[in-house]
């Protein structure tokens, strides 16, 4: 049984740019929620998919977007890079309101 | 506002030492909820423990043990005979509700380095 898939592992993009990460949910998982952690600190909520709606969202601008599919998978959107986005992004599914999360081992972007 | 200190940036220990990992945690919330989690170089978060706030009963799972005091506010986490396997980051995060929509609240991380 697969777990937490994200993609690519890695990525380098420059300041002003777009990028896309992507994430598929563990089997069974309905909910996917993404992190942000930067270096050295711990991982810090960026917002929650639901059926296909945003249903929770941290302190994170505009320019952090998301979109979830009917298949539960999830992609997370960032506009107008800035040398602060540089960071590992995780991923969380889990399923419902009994349920824990499992993660995913991220994607490490970097902005130049 | 919920929050979650570890004091502790780095720790080195020596194969086989007894460490111990230390949690405190703001919340205005009666209900809650605390958790361990362990990241790998690899960097997925592996889930180590959850503890309810009503809960206040020590755990112990193999080497592992936590400490939860809520006079204290603190969720301490003890390694006993540490391995070079257990060098990673741990994590010590808080939620309102033990639950997959509530998100967490995670503290700065405590780096463990076990040295053979």
């Known amino acids: 049984d697969a777990g937490v898939t994200q993609s690519p592992t890695h990525l380098i993009k420059t300041r002003g740019q777009q990028v896309t990460l992507r994430c598929s949910p563990k089997s069974g998982h309905d909910t996917v929620s993404w992190y942000q952690q930067a270096l050295g600190q711990g991982p810090q909520f960026i917002f929650q998919?639901?059926?296909?709606?945003?249903?929770q969202r941290g302190n994170f601008p505009d320019r952090f977007s998301g979109h979830q599919f009917p298949n539960y998978s999830s992609e997370l959107n960032v506009n107008a890079l800035l040398l602060g986005d540089s960071a590992l992004y995780l991923c969380a599914s889990s399923s419902g309101p009994r349920g824990g999360y499992t993660f995913g081992s991220g994607t490490r972007l970097t902005v130049v | 506002a919920q929050k979650v200190t570890q004091a502790q940036t780095e720790i080195s220990v020596v194969e086989k030492e007894d460490v111990t990992l230390d949690c405190v945690y703001e919340?205005?919330?009666?209900?809650?909820?605390l958790f361990w989690y362990k990241q790998p170089p690899s960097g997925e978060l592996v889930f180590l423990i959850r503890r309810n706030s009503f809960d206040e009963q020590n755990e112990i799972s193999g080497r592992y043990s936590w400490n939860f005091q809520k006079s204290t506010s603190s969720f301490n986490f003890t390694i006993t005979a540490s391995q070079v396997v257990d060098s990673a980051v741990y994590f010590c995060a808080l939620s309102e509700r033990n639950s997959g929509n509530t998100p967490l609240v995670f503290g700065k991380g405590t780096r463990l380095s076990v040295i053979a």
């Open positions: 998919y639901y059926e296909e709606e945003e249903r």
């Open positions: 919340t205005r919330d009666t209900t809650y909820y």
